[in-house]
């Protein structure tokens, strides 16, 4: 049994993986041009995951068969030979042709290429990536870059969300016969806290898994196929995250994973995924993005619970009432 520790993740502080599980962090190809800290076009370049996502209802059903695979070891699997990743996936080699072509890809020689390149962006750190800006730039110009790489993350992330993995996500948030269980790493637990403080206002049996080792025995012996672990994992992917989300899997529990386009090792056997962009002006990887799409699913979960929510809320301002006469809720 994994020991589920955490000890960091994002923002170039994780206890990485290592090449083998090809994880990392981000290349100086998706962060601008080193020599024009002012340039902005370091958001962000579509990842192979993203086509796939994108072209999914185009796909064969043996091409499925393929993008499943890939998604299902990336992006490892498709570093391996035409015939590797064919067998992998039940399907012919000829088939794997036709589906990185129907990526756009020009041979499964740059197909490789691509994905190599999100090998290099997994294992960048903040010691690696080159800022947008410098101590030569102003306070306007610092203003203008950080709006622009955070409204283009926010409308990436947006746009290559999938409409099916979000409304399943939400329908599991909401459904009342499920315990949640939400954790992360160093920096994205916060998020993991940020969603439980949202949900456990709108409906009962949340919990927020507290890190470190020994810290959640009853947590771990408790997990099973009742619970739904929200899980984020951005690179650098935590080793800790990883293995608790594995072991919360083989108990059969129901892993939704909010990660990064790279895709964190926990998308091999998470349920559903939902990536966020996080691109900023500074080397460290930025959460504005995926405290967006935390935000769209608190909304979407309030939407579908509506007087149900309503209800639990108005319990939640009673009982703190009763608790402390003359003090109201503190639902900020």
Known sequence: MPTPQAHGDTQGHGDTLGPGNTSGHGDASDHG?????????????QTVADRVRRAQDSFSAGERKIAKALLGHYPAAGLESTSALAARAGASAPT?????AR????GYRDFQAALRDEVQARRASPLT???MITDASDTSELM?????VGCAALKQTFAALSAEDFERATELLCDTSRRIVGFGGRF???LAEYLDLHLRLMRPDTLLHVRGPGRDEGLVADLGPRDVCVVFDLRRYQRGTVELARFAH?????????????LSPVAQFADIVLPARVEAPSPFDSLVAPLALTEALVAAVQARLGPAAARRMRAVDDALADLEPGSGPDLA
Request: charged share 15%; glycine share 8%.
């Open 103 to 106: 990526l756009g890809f020009a």
């Open 188 to 190: 994205t637990s916060m």
């Open 250 to 262: 083989g108990r059969g529990a129901t892993v939704v994973l909010v990660t990064d386009p790279w």
């Open 33 to 45: 041009d080193a020599s024009n800290p002012g340039d902005t076009s370091r958001a962000a370049a």
């Open 96 to 100: 794997v042709v036709r589906f990185v």
């Open 144 to 148: 203008e870059v950080a709006a622009d």
């Open 129 to 131: 990536l080159p800022a």
